[in-house]
């Protein structure tokens, strides 16, 4: 509810001024009075309903007098539609598989983190197509673009390590994103590349498909996920269990780097959890889908309902005064 004329609530400001006055008024009013030497008797006289009408006339005024402001304070009942059209993006995310995002220098492994950080930032996008595409030594399309994100989401948590032969076909991961893309008819194609590692596998090379993305007009964002120095890998020994080993975290930035300049997208190094959520968050800016909305508000009038009962208790105070109680704060 809104009010047109809110200003003229400041009228209930004389109520307690109007009332303080006539109470005073009673209090002090010297009436003719009549002596008796002893008031006891008239205790056990029955009392008369117009004792307790007598306040109700004042009561009734005050109430019609605040419904009367009320209404003159215009009350409207607010309807909000709104129109909202919305020219989303169309992203596809291309993820490592290999086996080296097994590696756990970021918690719980590499793998899992690039798949919940992915999970949250797909939360985000309402409007936008999106699609999910991993790759190892091959490279394969896990669900195509589309806006059904709860079964994006529920393809992504069943992608892991040893789908496909081990190896990290880099260049393979962008074509087969490209392949997704390049017949979508919206204004803005988008590549999210997630690897840990260096183009050792597959037929085409990265900046030969960083090329071909540029051709159709898609930005690719490059990711390289992983600590600088070494990584605790896990080794399941059928000996002595699990246990872990350090490897090298060799990732191949200027590749990755001239991949993404090339096609007008950036390249990011997450070494830990907050900086893969951050990387994810400066994407989800940089990428914002067109969102027109048009509000139509429509206002109905309650006025008519206050007016109708402050009449109504009005009358009512006035039928009370005149027939039943006249009350000695309305009259001097």
Known sequence: MTWANPEFFWLLILIPLYIGYKVWFVLTKKDPSLTFSS??????????????LIWLTPVLYVAAYTLFVV??????LE?????????????????????????EDISPNRLSAA???????INERLSDRIGINVFARESFTVVPPTLDHDLVKNMLETIDVGTVRDGTAIGMGIATSINRLRDSEAESKVIILLTDGMNNAGEIDPITAGEMAATFGIRIYTLGIGTRGTAPYPVDDPVFGRRYQNVEVNIDEEMLTQVANQTGGQYYRATDLQELIAIY????????SEIEEIIYIDREDLYPWYLGSGILLLLLGFLNERFFARSPLFYS
């Open 39 to 52: 008031t006891n008797f008239l205790k056990d006289l029955p009392g008369n309903y117009r004792a307790y």
């Open 71 to 76: 209404a003159l304070a215009r009350p409207q």
């Open 79 to 103: 309807n909000s539609n709104i129109e909202r059209s919305a020219e989303g993006i169309d992203i596809i995310m291309s993820i490592d598989i290999s086996s080296s995002m097994l590696a």
């Open 115 to 121: 798949k919940s950080v992915a999970s949250d930032f």
């Open 281 to 288: 968050d400066e994407i989800d800016q940089l990428e914002q």
